[in-house]
Every structure is written in structure tokens, then in C-alpha cells.
């Protein structure tokens, strides 16, 4: 891990310090530490680091978010958030960034280390696939069959944007091995979106899929920027939750009912987005492999909708 450079921005020398003694604690590269996001731009140009550890609140004109943004314009770099701050605006500006993680002041240093390094496997593998895939588009460009064939090596879903099901798998595996290694449990998600039939029948085809966009949308505010999102076929949707040992599976239906109930008070069509859900936990011992444990998650999922829906 050595090779791994990282760039810390942090406007407080000491938590910048102690950032950096962390890092290279765990073996990782510090190539920067700069305390302003205009530094933090141009330090990125210079040194080409690998990942960037940026605090939201910065002294100067332009905050944390604005310089990732600008950073991401520029550079293919994982960036994760460091923050005080859980408002729900700070969280939505943050999220519209596509950060790695968004880890919360005070944080332990095990955390620090390892959401770098989930970042930085998670990052490679994704660079690897985007390799395959243009290798293998190029490939099939003069092909008869290069629609089809190039569904078959994508990772997301047309219509949602979120991971499909093969993206999910090859994503999932790495996560799990991870935290079976660090002896962290995850929780999976099934989802299952209810009506839709009805309202393909009812309102058409494409109101249906307006109604999985709208489920999407709602999985993606639910759910941590480090979470994997999946439409796992037709109306079902498979969520993997990373860090999910702090949250109870009360607490997790809670927040999608409210954001399920929220959507549905602001939406003007004829018709509620309504999911039923099954949540299994994936503990560090579990030896099941990702399909079993989906399968698991949609078993608790049938038995809930026989008591009701969310």
C-alpha cells in the first residue's frame, strides 16, 4: 500500500497531523496537505494523488464540496468527505459529488483506514471493469450483434442508473470478502416494487418505469454514497449496506418509509411507489455466498408483505 498516495485537505493542523501519522500508520502514501480548496485543486494537478481526504468546512471563499467538484472535473480520483456536519443540504450537496465515503468527526482511526482502503480496491476494480469494457466495446463495434452483447458487459441498469445485477455481483463479492477479513458485518436489502404490474396495466408501460426510476431515486437517498444500489431484475432492487453495524433493520424500514412517504406526498401522478422489503444480516462468520444471501433477504421479504407493505 506504499504506492497509495493520498492528499489530505484539512484547515486544522492538528487533525491534519494526526490524518497523516494515521495513514502512514496503515502503510498508505501522504503526498499533500493543504488547508484551502484552491490549494487543494492545484495540488491535485501537481501531485496526482490517488485519493483525496477533503473536509467540507474550509477557511476562504470556496468549501470542500466545490473543490471535489472541480477536482472531479479534471481528474478520475476517489474523494471522501470529512465532516462535523449531517445536514440534510450538506449531505445532498456532498452526495451530488459521487464521493467514496462520508465519514463523520470524531472517527476512529480503524474507520479512517479502512474506508481508504475500500476505496482504493473498489476503485481499482471499477477502473479494470471500465478498461474491459472499452476493450471489449471496440471489439464488438463492427459486430451484428454489439447492442446485445453490450448489455451483457454492463454494470448498470439503462433505466435506473443504478448497478444491474452482474455490476452488483462483482462489486458485492469484493465488499464481502473485505468485511468478512476486517470482521465487519453488512446487512443485504431486497426490494420488492409493489403494483407495478397494476400500474403498467392502468397507467402504461412507461409510467412503470417512471415508477422504478422513482424507487431508485428513493433507494439512493435511503442508502449511504457507499452503499451498493442494484436493480436486481424486473421490479426487484438489492441493496449491500457496508456499514451497516449501527443501524437496526426498525430504524432502516423507518427511513424508507418516510422517504417512500415523502415521494409519494409530492408526486403529482395517479399513483403511490410502494416496496416491500426483507433485510438480512451478513455477520463476519456467514460463509453463504452473495446469491444465497440475496435469496435470503427475498425470503424475509415474501414473509413480510404476507403481514404488510411499506
Not at 42 to 64: F, Y
Not at 97 to 117: A, D, N
Not at 126 to 138: D, F, H, P, S, T
Not at 211 to 229: E, H, M, N, V, Y
Request: aromatic share 6%.
Amino acid at each position: 500500500m506504499n504506492d497509495y498516495r493520498v492528499l489530505i485537505v484539512e484547515d486544522e493542523a492538528l487533525i491534519a497531523h494526526d490524518i497523516s501519522e494515521t495513514l502512514r500508520n496503515f502503510g498508505f502514501s501522504v503526498v499533500g496537505s493543504v488547508s484551502t480548496a484552491e490549494e487543494s485543486i492545484q495540488a491535485a494537478r501537481d501531485l496526482k494523488p490517488d485519493i483525496v481526504i477533503m473536509d467540507i468546512v474550509l477557511k476562504g471563499e470556496m468549501d470542500g464540496i466545490a473543490a471535489a467538484e472541480k477536482i472531479r472535473s479534471e481528474h478520475d480520483i476517489p474523494i471522501i468527505f470529512l465532516t462535523t456536519f449531517t445536514e440534510d443540504h450538506f449531505v445532498e450537496r456532498a452526495a451530488s459529488q459521487i464521493p467514496y465515503g462520508y465519514l463523520l468527526k470524531p472517527f476512529r482511526s480503524k474507520e479512517l483506514g479502512i474506508l481508504i482502503e475500500l476505496t482504493r480496491q473498489r476503485h481499482q476494480h471499477i477502473q479494470l471493469l471500465q478498461r474491459n469494457n472499452r476493450m471489449l466495446a471496440n471489439k464488438l463495434m463492427k459486430s451484428k450483434k454489439r447492442e446485445r452483447l453490450l448489455e451483457d458487459i454492463s454494470l448498470v441498469d439503462d433505466l435506473t442508473g443504478a448497478y444491474n445485477r452482474r455490476g452488483f455481483r462483482q462489486l458485492a463479492r469484493q465488499q464481502i470478502d473485505i468485511a468478512r477479513r476486517s470482521n465487519r458485518s453488512m446487512r443485504i436489502c431486497f426490494f420488492d416494487c409493489d403494483y407495478l404490474k397494476e400500474i403498467n396495466d392502468s397507467f402504461g408501460h412507461r409510467e412503470g418505469d417512471n415508477a422504478l426510476r422513482a424507487a431508485t431515486g428513493i433507494l439512493k437517498k435511503t442508502f449511504r454514497c457507499s452503499d451498493i444500489i442494484s436493480r436486481w431484475g424486473g421490479d426487484e432492487f438489492v441493496v449491500l449496506m457496508i456499514n451497516a453495524e449501527c443501524d437496526d433493520i426498525l430504524f432502516i424500514e423507518e427511513r424508507i418509509a418516510r422517504h417512500i412517504n415523502e415521494y409519494n406526498d409530492a408526486a403529482e401522478h395517479r399513483y403511490v411507489v410502494s416496496m416491500s422489503c426483507g433485510i438480512e444480516k451478513c455477520e463476519p462468520n456467514d460463509t453463504a455466498d452473495i446469491d444465497e444471501l440475496v435469496t435470503r433477504a427475498d425470503e424475509k421479504m415474501c414473509n413480510n408483505r404476507m403481514c404488510n407493505r411499506i
